[in-house]
């Protein structure tokens, strides 16, 4: 059996991965903080895209 992400599966959206970095304005240490934070919520929620609609629930208006 394979391990690993699928070679074909989405990760993170287009709109998710630009709020992101919106949200982190150029600062690494703030990037990586969030996706640490966002990683923990896909593991405990089981999903494994991460979208507009997980960061409106994390972040809520401040990250758009």
């Not at 992400?5 to 240490?29: M, V």
């Amino acid at each position: 059996t394979a391990v690993g992400l699928n070679p074909d599966a989405q990760l993170i959206t287009e709109d998710a991965a630009r709020r992101i970095h919106a949200f982190a304005k150029g600062y690494p240490r703030r990037t990586i903080m969030l996706c640490h934070d966002i990683a923990d919520i896909l593991v405990a929620r089981d999903k494994r895209e991460v979208d507009g609609a997980l960061l409106d629930e994390i972040m809520g208006p401040e990250i758009r």
